[in-house]
Every structure is written in C-alpha cells, then in structure tokens.
C-alpha cells in the first residue's frame, strides 16, 4: 500500500519560491510516473506536473516556466519548485503515482498572498 508525505508548503508573497517534497514509501518507486496534483478550494484536483521514471516531464499550461518536477529515485523522493508564484497558486498540494493510485497523502498548503 503506497504511502505519500508531502512537505515544504507555507505562506509567500507573489513572487516568491517555494520547494515541495514528497517521500514515497510501499512501492517500488523506480516503477511509477510520479505527479504533483493541487486541489483550490471549491475546486477539482488537478494535475500540476508529471515525471516518468526516465525524467520525462509535462506541466499544465498554467505553470508552465515556473515550477520544475524532478525526483531522486535513490531517495524515493519527488520534489516541486515552484518560481514566481501567484495567487492562483494557492491550494493543497499533493503527490501521487500518474495516473494515481488510490492513497492520497494529507498534502501540503501553498499559500501565496499578493
């Protein structure tokens, strides 16, 4: 049973970077695309950002040139850096295999304040 922590949110001005981590544990990671997903209030969970275990990457449009998803499979470790951030980026971020499997872990605040 995969299990997911997700760490590194806060609150930040417009502007501001933050570093999203996220510790994958119960899978043989090497295995699994990995995806950062966020959930707005009042919101669908959507897709952020994917990684294929070769390091192939896509982003949605909306973040596209600001954040960067990369992954450490030594350390079974997927990581988000977020640049520039907005506003709109506010939300709960949460990592998982692509496309996901049924554990969600409790996610990581972002907040981005103008």
């Known amino acids: 049973q995969v299990q997911l922590v997700e760490s590194g949110g806060g609150l930040v001005q417009a502007g501001g970077s933050l570093r999203l981590s996220c510790a994958a544990s119960g899978i043989i990671f090497n295995n699994y695309a990995m995806g950062w997903y966020r959930q707005a209030p009042g919101k669908q969970r959507e897709l952020v950002a994917r990684i294929r275990s070769s390091g192939s990457t896509i982003y949605a449009d909306p973040v596209k040139g600001r954040f960067t998803i990369s992954r450490d499979n030594a350390k079974n470790t997927v990581y988000l850096q977020m640049n520039s951030l907005k506003p709109e980026d506010t939300a709960v971020y949460y990592c998982?295999?692509?496309?996901?499997?049924?554990?969600w872990g409790l996610g990581t605040q972002v907040t981005v304040s103008l």
């Open positions: 998982n295999t692509y496309p996901p499997l049924g554990n």
